[in-house]
């Protein structure tokens, strides 16, 4: 994540191949690392050839032995930065899930117990979760990640271990109705038999609020509005999967802040992962990586990138809302450029969180505070700190000699789209394309579709290896190569000096598996 | 609007033929109207006319007169409800304004006073405005409006009679720069002349940041960090438009506010505005209205509603940020319906403001207080109170029997979308159509593109009265026929019961005058 912490903070990245760096938690050092630096376990590098893959002159791209597979045959590649950084700050996580089904009728508050396991979950153990089984009582869930690590790569390699086991968590709460098609989530869960819910007539209940307010403090009043009919919300499966994807996300949060008492996890990272259960696949976005779908040669978006300039509303909302959060040192108003003390009393442009248009203002006293927002494009800060606004970890993060924390502007919700694969024919050049910034820096979603479907078009369909290739030319075409001046592309632009990972993730063997 | 506000409030309306109702604003009643109830200007009414309009049996169908013009020979037509107000709530208004142009060099600071009149600004009189004229030296806006008024008609009348000058007024702050194509919009104004702004290289000005919070309370502090370059953002004049509409409203909302001190003005309202300025339109929403181009049959839409459920994480992040606005009795969580006391410590399906899916979560004591968002589609409330969550006016508006106000839930901020008129060919058939909720509640988008492309058809090409006629038929196909048992339209479904009122724009004329 090439100058997305501010250099006062890469600063202090020296040094850390034997641990992992705490640029931002200067007392995490004397604890022990929660997890050591290392690559993809999938990628299965041996403690030298790790050390050998950090290499910032030749930048070798590593991908996936031949005696190694990831499901579906997904292609994988990555590179290491040009020396932004020591160690490769991305990370990425590839597995298949197996959620045990309970005993029946095991959904109600008898199940409490198992969910005060969640925030100190330190690995998968106990959990009820087998990776690489099968069986017809069971719920097969694949899964892919990328996270890209900033100040650090304990954050990132922490999430990467661990965040798939929170949402094999979360799922498992809900595995029951999931795996009933015609179920209707209920309401309210009871100890009930779960068939009671089954009956079609449940599907909207029509409930009388017996008062408008009633539990509200004031039963009985004077004044009761007139009874109404309110009908009860139905919930979809699919919307109880994004929910676990979204707590799971807070979960792994909320385990890294934890957890830093008593281990040394540096910096933070982004999350971009693939969740495939029952005919679906879930996106959840949590930073600047982006994922897109490529089928029969069109681009379908399937992630959004989360940065100062596309959270600015957010972000400027929120700090309108709690001002302490400034310190007293930022304004919430955004200004094309810096406001100098002589411009005061001038008209300068600004705007606030309720434009997306531009006025101009007075300029007073308070406007010549640092921006909450600066700065454009890659170049954007939000706190004059950081250019992302979502991801994991980073709870010690503050503003450069300050006691102005980056959360809660930096959160830790994801956005979860959803593509309904069961429901489309897929043919082999049709690709899921995961990929951190260092990939879309320099390639656009088009010149990816291009080059994968070229690349593709010129395979033996039926070489599984075929989609490594295809990972492995895209992150070529990224990092260019050494010529004089540094690292070139096509047409001469210049490549990314970013750590790059990217997974090829064909759609055909979603429909042939669910 | 019907069913928008409860109806508690509802019952205040009756005999408000005299002079508009306060059900939300008692005291308000001894003061003089602001402005009487009336219809929409350019229908030309008569005082009788206007008491004929009102029969909520025949529900007549009002359309301008023949000897009656608009711009671009906009077709218009209105029905009154069918019963649930005695008064038609829906307000309307069409302009044709030319902004004069200032002495040049005027802008600077010598230009703060006339900004000064902004907030009691009355009528359109002082402002350089100037109607149905047009000169080189000046600026020809159109506008079209529509208001959706709910508790009274107050709000909806003002604003229609008013809304447009404060956006001309807004206009014309930054009109020497929008006259000027090439001028990159300066960011700081001073009383250098306005070419200094013209050459090129100001397009992108490399500003050297001193030091990165060099004002920001701790200059010359020992850890000044590294200097670093900084672009000056470019603002676009699109950009000065979207923001003079949005600061318009919040100046009408403001100045509804203030003038309720010295006047009765009732209840509030939803505004939808169409600008046409140098070749593009720009429609402003803020409520549940919607406006549509229909281009060569294809539907675009260009307004999105905002209901409780469209902004359901904003006021729920609103909520849990300030949770004074609360009053201790709502809750900022959603639940599928309300929780009932003996549910709690059982598990039900809720979700808050960084959701977007549904989750388990153990029902506690703070979760029987009323949702801050209760109720699923039409039937959706924010505070139990309103089912709308933008528009200007109710300022007095609180939960009943309570000081829970619903400001700033509902807010006056509109969202703007831009559509370039002008890099467009039109033919006579494409129109853009507003409506009010009246209309969209009961037809679809695709039902609406498909209705007045068969009608025009079937007209005179040249026959201006054909958008008229138009409009005429979609509010007859909304409001239907009387049969036994109510209102019905096509397929024998129920007809709207609601205000309906309807422009339809012809988009040919807008390149032939620009």
């Known amino acids: 994540m090439l100058t997305r912490v501010k250099s006062a903070v890469a600063n202090f990245m020296g040094g850390v191949m034997a641990g992992g760096s705490n640029g931002d938690h200067p007392s995490g050092s004397d604890l022990p690392l929660k997890f050591p630096y290392t690559r993809p376990e999938f990628l299965g590098l041996s403690p030298d050839e ?20 990831l499901p579906w045959s997904t292609g994988y590649a990555e590179v290491i930065n040009a020396g932004k950084s020591t160690l490769n700050e991305d990370q990425a996580c590839c597995e298949v899930l197996v959620l045990k089904r309970r005993p029946a009728g095991s959904i109600g508050p008898n199940r409490a117990p198992m969910t005060r396991r969640r925030s100190s979950l330190p690995n998968g153990e106990g959990l009820g979760l087998q990776e690489n089984l099968d069986s017809s009582e069971d719920l097969t869930l694949h899964y892919w990640a990328l996270f890209d690590g900033h100040a650090g790569s304990g954050a990132a390699v922490m999430a990467s271990r661990l965040l798939h086991h929170h949402i094999a968590l979360h799922l498992q709460e809900v595995m029951e109705i999931l795996c009933t098609p015609d179920l209707v989530p209920p309401t309210c869960l009871s100890e009930e ?80 992962v693939v969740v495939n259960l029952l005919g679906n696949l879930y996106v959840g976005n949590a930073g600047d990586s982006r994922s897109i779908i490529i089928r029969s040669g069109e681009v379908i978006p399937m992630s959004a990138e989360f940065t100062p300039e596309s959270e600015r509303q957010r972000l400027q909302f929120l700090a309108y809302m709690q001002p302490h959060l400034l310190g007293n040192e930022f304004t919430h108003l955004e200004f094309p450029r810096r406001v100098q003390r002589k411009e005061l009393g001038k008209r300068m442009l600004y705007r606030d969180f309720t434009m997306s248009g531009w006025a ?78 260092g990939l879309w820096d320099v390639l656009s979603n088009q010149e990816v579709a291009e080059a994968v479907a070229c690349f593709l078009a010129n395979c033996d369909p039926d070489d599984q290896h075929r989609y490594t290739m295809a990972a492995q030319d895209l992150v070529m075409r990224a990092r260019g190569v050494l010529k004089d001046r540094g690292w070139r592309i096509s047409n001469d632009r210049l490549g990314s000096g970013d750590d790059i990972s990217v997974y090829i993730i064909p759609l055909m063997y979603g429909n042939k598996q669910n």
């Open 50 to 69: 790790i050390e050998c893959s950090a290499d910032h002159i030749a930048r070798p791209i590593l991908i996936l032995k031949e005696t190694k597979r």
């Open 193 to 272: 038999p779960i068939n009671h819910h089954l009956t079609p007539s449940s599907q909207r209940v029509l409930t009388r609020a017996a008062s408008l307010r009633g539990a509200a403090g004031a039963p009985g009043s004077p004044s009761t509005p007139p009874t109404r009919f309110f009908t009860e919300k139905k919930v979809s499966h699919e919307s109880l999967v994004i929910g676990a994807i979204e707590n799971a996300f807070k979960d792994m949060d909320a385990q890294i802040e934890k957890d830093k008492s008593v281990y040394n996890i540096s910096g933070g990272c982004t999350a971009l």
């Open 360 to 437: 101009y203002k007075s300029i007073e006293e308070d406007d010549l505070k640092f921006p909450l927002i600066y700065g454009e494009g890659k170049k954007a800060r939000v706190l004059a700190t950081i250019g992302v606004t979502r991801g994991l970890g980073d709870h010690s993060l503050k503003v450069h000699d300050s006691n102005i924390y980056i959360k809660p502007f930096l959160s830790c919700c994801p956005e979860v789209r959803v593509y309904r694969l069961a429901q489309c024919e897929h043919g082999a050049d049709d690709v899921l394309v995961l990929g951190t910034d």
